[in-house]
């Protein structure tokens, strides 16, 4: 019975020291996921500004895209058979050899 009264006071100082060991550790974790998560936010506030820059530019370029293709269709509609008026056949262009001297 005496040694049971001096082996559970040993036994609980030994896992109180252990467990004050792994608490360090712990914080140790702690400060290093806390740290990460700090990171972590900080790259994806850039990857939604980036996103938000990259909608931005398609939807200029959409934007541009539909104003082409309206010019586009306002020239096709001015010329009678479809096809641009100022666009020689190749036969009709001269070789370089015909060209005139400047």
């Known amino acids: 019975m005496r040694r049971l009264i001096y082996t559970v006071p040993a036994v609980v100082l030994l896992f109180s020291i252990l467990l004050m060991g792994c608490e360090s550790k712990i914080k140790e974790e702690y400060e290093n ?33 539909e104003e082409l293709r309206n010019k586009l269709a306002t020239l096709e509609a001015q010329t009678p058979s479809g096809t641009p008026a100022a666009t020689p056949s190749p036969e009709e262009t001269p070789s370089p050899e015909e060209m005139p001297e400047e």
Do not use: S
Not at 33 to 58: G, M, N, P, S
């Open 33 to 65: 996921l806390k740290t990460e998560l700090e990171q972590v936010t900080k790259e994806k506030a850039d990857l939604e500004k980036r996103i938000e820059e990259l909608t931005d530019e398609v939807n200029t370029l959409k934007a541009e895209n």
